[in-house]
C-alpha cells in the first residue's frame, strides 16, 4: 500500500521529523489561500506546487512548480489539475491529478560555491532481500537521479544494516552522519532524524521509508551550521501489516490505484494487472509464476497475475473471473488449478457455476472467450468429467492433460 506526499509529510512530522509547513488542495481557489498560509512570514514569498500521484518523475514532467507569487500559485495549479501527467513511471496516458501539495519553499544551503550543488541527501529505510535485514540506505547526492547515481556509481550509496530485535543504534547513524559530511549541530540533527524514520519504518509495518531529500538549510543567527530538514519522503506499506493500522489504511487513496487490483483485495485474492491478452486463474503464488511463464513459452502474453488462494470458494472463482474479463484487452482465460485442500471436483463444480453465471457487459450470461482448464491434484479425474460433461453449458470451455497442454489450447485459441 502506498500513500501520497502530503500524508508521508504528516507520519514525519507526528513522528518529530521536521519537515516545512504546507497542506494538500484539491481546487484552484484553494491552491491560492494556502500559498498564502504557506508564505506568510517570509521575507521572500516562495512555495511549492507538487501534484500528489503514484508516480515519480513530477519535476521533469513539469509538475512540480516553484512560485513566488499568489497568481503563479493559481496557474500552476489550474495546470496540474486539468492535465494528465505523464512519465517513465506513469502508464502511456499519464495519470489524472486530483490533489496538490501546496507547501512553504525552503532555502538550501550551497554545498561548493563555485558550483553552486545544493546541500541535498538522500536517506531511507527498506529491507535488503540479501541479507534479509532492514537496512538504513542514504547518499550525499539525493535528488531526482537517486536511481542513476545507485546504478552508474554504487559507491556513492552508504549502506547500514539494522539489528532484527535493537534497530538502529545511535553509533550507526552517527557513523552515517560522518560518512555523509555532515559537520558540527549538522550531526545530531542528522543521527536524531535517522533513528526516528528507523522506528517509524518498524512501527508503522513499512517496506519503504524514504527523504527524498533530507537538506541544510543556510547558517542563521539561531543556527549557525543550518537546520536538517526533510522535504520529500516517500512510505510503502506491508499489506500483510495494515490490520494493525486502522490510521494508515484511512489514508489510502483508490483512485490512485487500479480499479481491478483493489476490487481483488476485497475478495482477499492477489491480482496484478499485465500487458497480455491471456488471462490466469491459478491457486499459490509459485504455480500462478509458472504458469505465465510456461504462456510466454508457447508464444502468448498473460493479462495479469491471479492467485486465487489454496481454499477458492465459488464466490471467489467467479469474481476472479470479473475481474480478468473486465480488462478488455483479454481474449482468453487459462485456469491452472493444483487441487490440495480444495479438491478437483468442488473447484471444477465452481468453475462451471461461475462461467455459466457470468454477466457480459451487453447483458448476456455466459463466457465469450476462450477457457482453458488444467486440473491435478485430490479428485482430479472427477473434476475432469465434470468439465467433459459441461462442455454443453459452456462451450468455450477447453479441458487440458497437463500444464503445457493448456498453454498450447490457450495460446492456440486466442490466435
Same mark, same amino acid.
Given at each position: 500500500?502506498?500513500? +501520497?506526499?502530503?500524508?508521508?509529510?504528516?507520519?514525519? &512530522?507526528?513522528?518529530?521529523?521536521?519537515?516545512?509547513?504546507?497542506?494538500?488542495?484539491?481546487?484552484?481557489?484553494?491552491?491560492?489561500?494556502?500559498?498564502?498560509?504557506?508564505?506568510?512570514?517570509?521575507?521572500?514569498?516562495?512555495?511549492?506546487?507538487?501534484?500528489?500521484?503514484?508516480?515519480?518523475?513530477?519535476?521533469?514532467?513539469?509538475?512540480?512548480?516553484?512560485?513566488?507569487?499568489?497568481?503563479?500559485?493559481?496557474?500552476?495549479?489550474?495546470?496540474?489539475?486539468?492535465?494528465?501527467?505523464?512519465?517513465?513511471?506513469?502508464?502511456?496516458?499519464?495519470?489524472?491529478?486530483?490533489?496538490?501539495? /501546496?507547501?512553504?519553499?525552503?532555502?538550501?544551503?550551497?554545498?561548493?560555491?563555485?558550483?553552486?550543488?545544493?546541500?541535498?541527501?538522500?536517506?531511507?529505510?527498506?529491507?535488503?532481500?540479501?541479507?534479509?535485514?532492514?537496512?538504513?540506505?542514504?547518499?550525499?547526492?539525493?535528488?531526482?537521479?537517486?536511481?542513476?547515481?545507485? +546504478?552508474?556509481?554504487?559507491?556513492?550509496?552508504?549502506?547500514?544494516?539494522? +539489528?532484527?530485535?535493537?534497530?538502529?543504534?545511535?553509533?550507526?547513524?552517527?557513523?552515517?552522519?560522518?560518512?555523509?559530511?555532515?559537520?558540527?549541530?549538522?550531526?545530531?540533527?542528522?543521527?536524531?532524524?535517522?533513528?526516528?524514520?528507523?522506528?517509524?519504518?518498524?512501527?508503522?509495518?513499512? &517496506?519503504?521509508?524514504?527523504?527524498?531529500?533530507?537538506?541544510?538549510?543556510?547558517?542563521?543567527?539561531?543556527?549557525?551550521?543550518?537546520?536538517?530538514?526533510?522535504?520529500?519522503?516517500?512510505?510503502?506499506?506491508?499489506?500483510?501489516?495494515?490490520?494493525? +493500522?486502522?490510521?494508515?489504511?484511512?489514508?489510502?487513496? &483508490? &483512485?490512485?490505484?487500479?480499479?481491478?487490483?483493489?476490487?481483488?483485495?476485497?475478495?482477499?485474492?492477489?491480482?496484478?494487472?499485465?500487458?497480455?491478452?491471456?488471462?490466469?486463474?491459478?491457486?499459490?503464488?509459485?504455480?500462478?509464476?509458472?504458469?505465465?511463464?510456461?504462456?510466454?513459452?508457447?508464444?502468448?502474453?498473460?493479462?495479469?497475475?491471479?492467485?486465487?488462494?489454496?481454499?477458492?470458494?465459488?464466490?471467489?472463482?467467479?469474481?476472479?473471473?470479473?475481474?480478468?474479463?473486465?480488462?478488455?484487452?483479454?481474449?482468453? /482465460?487459462?485456469?491452472?488449478?493444483?487441487?490440495?485442500?480444495?479438491?478437483?471436483?468442488?473447484?471444477?463444480?465452481?468453475?462451471?457455476?461461475?462461467?455459466?453465471?457470468?454477466?457480459?457487459?451487453?447483458?448476456?450470461?455466459?463466457?465469450?472467450?476462450?477457457?482453458?482448464?488444467?486440473?491435478?491434484?485430490?479428485?482430479?479425474?472427477?473434476?475432469?468429467?465434470?468439465?467433459?460433461?459441461?462442455?454443453?453449458?459452456?462451450?468455450?470451455?477447453?479441458?487440458?492433460?497437463?500444464?503445457?497442454?493448456?498453454?498450447?489450447? /490457450?495460446?492456440?485459441?486466442?490466435?
Amino acid at each position: 500500500m502506498k500513500i +501520497h506526499e502530503y500524508q508521508a509529510r504528516d507520519l514525519l &512530522t507526528s513522528a518529530g521529523i521536521p519537515v516545512p509547513g504546507g497542506r494538500m488542495v484539491q481546487s484552484v481557489d484553494d491552491a491560492g489561500a494556502a500559498f498564502g498560509e504557506a508564505v506568510s512570514g517570509m521575507a521572500e514569498p516562495m512555495a511549492v506546487i507538487k501534484a500528489q500521484v503514484y508516480a515519480g518523475g513530477r519535476g521533469k514532467a513539469g509538475f512540480v512548480k516553484l512560485v513566488k507569487t499568489r497568481e503563479d500559485a493559481v496557474a500552476a495549479a489550474k495546470f496540474m489539475l486539468t492535465n494528465r501527467m505523464k512519465s517513465p513511471q506513469t502508464p502511456v496516458d499519464g495519470l489524472e491529478v486530483n490533489r496538490l501539495l /501546496v507547501a512553504q519553499a525552503a532555502d538550501i544551503d550551497k554545498r561548493d560555491a563555485k558550483t553552486g550543488g545544493n546541500e541535498e541527501f538522500y536517506l531511507a529505510i527498506t529491507v535488503d532481500r540479501k541479507s534479509r535485514r532492514n537496512t538504513l540506505i542514504a547518499s550525499r547526492e539525493g535528488g531526482v537521479e537517486i536511481e542513476t547515481i545507485a +546504478h552508474d556509481r554504487p559507491e556513492a550509496i552508504v549502506k547500514e544494516t539494522l +539489528h532484527p530485535l535493537l534497530g538502529l543504534q545511535p553509533y550507526q547513524a552517527r557513523e552515517v552522519a560522518f560518512k555523509l559530511g555532515f559537520k558540527g549541530k549538522q550531526v545530531g540533527q542528522a543521527v536524531d532524524i535517522m533513528l526516528k524514520l528507523a522506528k517509524l519504518f518498524v512501527e508503522k509495518d513499512c &517496506t519503504l521509508a524514504e527523504i527524498n531529500p533530507l537538506v541544510i538549510t543556510p547558517p542563521d543567527a539561531a543556527n549557525p551550521d543550518g537546520r536538517v530538514i526533510a522535504l520529500d519522503a516517500k512510505f510503502d506499506f506491508d499489506d500483510n501489516g495494515t490490520f494493525r +493500522h486502522k490510521e494508515i489504511l484511512a489514508m489510502e487513496d &483508490t &483512485t490512485e490505484e487500479n480499479p481491478a487490483e483493489s476490487r481483488a483485495r476485497k475478495f482477499g485474492l492477489s491480482y496484478v494487472a499485465l500487458d497480455g491478452n491471456i488471462g490466469c486463474l491459478v491457486n499459490g503464488a509459485g504455480l500462478a509464476m509458472a504458469t505465465m511463464d510456461i504462456i510466454k513459452l508457447e508464444g502468448g502474453e498473460p493479462a495479469n497475475f491471479l492467485d486465487v488462494g489454496g481454499s477458492a470458494t465459488e464466490e471467489a472463482v467467479t469474481e476472479a473471473f470479473g475481474i480478468i474479463l473486465s480488462d478488455p484487452r483479454c481474449k482468453g /482465460v487459462m485456469v491452472n488449478i493444483f487441487g490440495g485442500i480444495m479438491k478437483c471436483d468442488i473447484i471444477a463444480q465452481g468453475i462451471v457455476n461461475a462461467a455459466t453465471k457470468y454477466k457480459n457487459p451487453d447483458g448476456s450470461v455466459g463466457f465469450k472467450v476462450p477457457l482453458v482448464v488444467r486440473l491435478e491434484g485430490t479428485n482430479v479425474e472427477a473434476g475432469r468429467k465434470l468439465l467433459d460433461d459441461s462442455k454443453a453449458k459452456v462451450p468455450t470451455l477447453q479441458a487440458a492433460t497437463d500444464l503445457g497442454d493448456a498453454a498450447r489450447k /490457450v495460446c492456440a485459441a486466442v490466435k
